[in-house]
């Protein structure tokens, strides 16, 4: 016969089941509603994230655009100061180039002016005078030398000059250059996106570089540059401008100085043609009067002759007359005497 078996343990009653089962469906229901209102904040948590997270992106990405903006104006206003900076070094080198040219055609007028003063000195006896010629050539020299130095001080200041721009050009290429990749990397940045493929978590991304530099100090640096290139393209403008005058200044100089050179010497040679046409006059007449004398000594032999043979008639009639006879030998008048007087030639 079977026997009936009991399940061992404690007993529960009915109330307490039912307690049970209420409290088990209290539990769910709380903790249904704790769910729904964690989901709730969840879902607000969400969406206030997702809006955070895209007005962040937004005031990201607009601040990254602004930048490139200011930026890329910097970029635009250093490469034109850079194109003009390059523009005023060719210009300012051609103008150093003609004022070396000038002082090269310089050396050819001193050239000539020394040669001058050589070729002078060969003048012989009265002639080596110290004339207008003469000074106005030592002012020539004088004047080129002078023009020359003024000339070399110009080439001077503009190599100076030279210097400083391309020092300046320097600074405002390697400016330049760093805001180009800036405007790279942040371009690059503007176009990133949750969809990239070269995204990924970085070690201390909200760090500071070393050399980090203050936005005011950025800005300051980058005017600075400009302004410095500024100032020595006007000074290279400038320069240029005094250069060019002392070209044209130093040729006036020297082309008045020559004037006047060119001026002295004709009037010296005129005087010298007028001196040489009267020696010639003067040796013209002297030759005629020496021919004339020749012939009047020509005519004086001549006549010395003839005057030779009146004397031996003379001498001849004297002696003659020597031999006349006693009483006869008297001292009387004749020509006799008067012929010898007349005759007889004179001793130095």
């Known amino acids: ?29 709380q903790q249904r509603f704790n769910s729904h209102h964690i ?44 194109a003009d900076i390059d523009l005023e070094i060719d210009a300012l080198s ?8 000038a002082i090269q055609a310089k050396n050819l007028c ?3 002016a020394i040669e001058c003063l ?45 210097c400083l721009l391309k020092e300046a050009r320097q600074q405002l290429s390697c400016d330049h250059r760093h805001k180009v990749e800036a405007l790279e990397l942040d371009r690059q940045c503007v176009s990133f996106n949750p969809t990239s493929g070269n995204i990924s978590f970085k070690v ?30 006007k000074a290279s403008v400038d320069l ?6 002392t070209i044209a200044q130093t040729n006036n100089e020297l082309d008045a100085q020559r004037i006047a050179t060119e001026f002295a010497l004709r009037k010296r040679m005129r005087d010298m043609e007028a001196a040489l046409s009267e020696l010639k006059w003067q040796e013209k007449n002297t030759l005629e009067e020496i021919a004339e004398m020749e012939e009047e000594i ?19 009639r004297l002696e003659t007359r020597t031999y006349r006879p006693h009483i006869e030998l008297c001292r009387d008048q004749g020509c006799l005497g008067r012929s010898l007087q007349t005759t007889a030639p004179h001793s130095d």
């Open 1 to 29: 016969m079977a026997s009936l078996s009991v399940k061992p343990g404690q007993r529960f009653t009915l109330p307490d089941w039912q307690n049970n089962s209420r409290l088990i469906s209290a539990n769910a229901e």
């Open 39 to 82: 989901r709730q904040e969840g879902r607000v948590l969400r969406n206030d994230t997702g809006n955070q997270a895209k007005w962040d992106e937004h005031n990201s990405r607009t601040n990254l655009k602004d930048r490139i903006t200011t930026v890329d104006k910097w970029r635009e206003a250093l490469a034109k100061c850079l």
């Open 94 to 101: 051609k103008v150093k180039e003609a004022a070396e040219n």
């Open 110 to 112: 001193l050239d000539v």
């Open 118 to 162: 050589t070729f002078r000195e060969s003048r012989r006896d009265i002639d080596v005078v110290r004339d207008p010629v003469e000074e106005e050539l030592h002012k020539e020299v004088k004047v080129i030398e002078k023009t020359k130095k003024d000339l070399q001080q110009r080439v001077d200041d503009a190599f100076r000059q030279l």
């Open 204 to 233: 201390n991304p909200t760090r500071i570089p070393d050399g980090t530099t203050a936005l005011q100090e950025w800005e300051l640096n980058s005017r600075r540059n400009k302004e410095r290139a500024d100032t020595e393209l």
């Open 240 to 245: 240029r401008g005094a250069i060019t005058l």
């Open 298 to 316: 020509r005519q004086l032999e001549e006549n010395i002759k003839k005057r030779t043979l009146d004397l031996k008639v003379a001498h001849t």
